[in-house]
């Protein structure tokens, strides 16, 4: 995950969508909703929180877009997100299988949100 000037996190996970706007690497839109595992559906959710987003923040889509999903449809989710922004474009894998702690111990296996969060993180250093 890059900082750009613009970025939108899309996070689609579990049927809840997660859609996150930084401006200037600062929080300046949220939205959260339920949505069916559906690919057409998730993606007339993304478009209408980019519509929403957009009336407060004109230059959402020359930012750049993430997107973390534990759907199997992942690249098709991406090639429509695409399509609405100018910017990058980025699927984030979550390959992490177990957290491991400070002495070698795994801690478990990580939920998807958590293993995308700390790689996120991780990019970010």
Known sequence: ?????NLSLLIVEDGMLSFFYFRDRVLSYYRNH??????????????????????????????????????EEASALLDGARTLYSGNSYLLKTDLGAFALGNGMASGALSQNQAAAIGAALRLT
């Open 34 to 71: 339920r949505t069916i595992p559906r690919t057409d559906k998730i993606f007339d959710e993304i478009r209408l929180s980019v519509i929403d987003c957009e009336k407060r923040f004109p230059h959402l889509k020359r930012g750049s877009v993430s997107i973390h999903t534990d759907l």
């Open 1 to 5: 995950l890059t900082w750009e000037e």
